[in-house]
């Protein structure tokens, strides 16, 4: 009798249903509604969302080094360093030399820059942060879990990437980041 073989792509890929289009278009809808917000907080308040997470970080931290901010917020220690630079012109953050181990750059929020974090709007879409906001915390753990296993079941979890949706080349994306 003669054997027939599949390989493992032909038998591990599954045909497109209308459910995977749906939840694509859904995807899209949000990364078009991130890409709005953000570009509206960077022109009402002049700071880009990864500079803002960065800072909000930076003041509910107190202080911090700019490989912790980078593990916090989910981006490279080189993408940090240019947001923190652009912050840091902006008057927003300064960068103080440990006394203790002269290697350690501690990064602190400005007057200015605890102000900005405490008036700026959420790093989120309006509508949706308003509305997330009002619904009960245990709807809001699901939505965070059922986002997170999104993440798993797209095998992204050690994907670095901004707190923040975006389109375009990954390297093209960390030079714009900041």
Not at 29 to 42: C, T
Not at 68 to 81: F, K, Y
């Amino acid at each position: 009798m003669a054997e027939t073989h599949t390989t493992t792509s032909e038998t591990a890929r599954p045909a497109v249903t209308p459910l995977d289009v749906r939840i694509l278009r859904a995807l899209r809808r949000i990364i078009q509604a991130v890409d709005i917000h953000s570009r509206k907080l960077a022109a009402v308040h002049n700071i880009t969302t990864p500079q803002l997470v960065t800072l909000l970080w930076i003041v509910e931290s107190g202080s911090s080094t700019a490989s912790d901010i980078a593990r916090q917020i989910h981006v490279s220690n080189s993408t940090v360093v240019g947001i923190l630079d652009r912050l840091e012109s902006k008057g927003l953050v300064r960068r103080e030399r440990s006394t203790y181990d002269r290697r350690l750059v501690h990064i602190c929020a400005t007057e200015a820059g605890i102000a900005l974090a405490r008036s700026a709007p959420s790093p989120l879409q309006d509508v949706f942060a308003n509305a997330f906001h009002e619904l009960p915390e245990r709807e809001q753990n699901t939505i965070a879990l059922s986002l997170e296993r999104i993440v798993d079941l797209m095998e992204a979890r050690d994907i670095e990437a901004a707190p923040l949706l975006a389109t375009g080349d990954v390297p093209e994306l960390e030079e714009t980041l900041g």
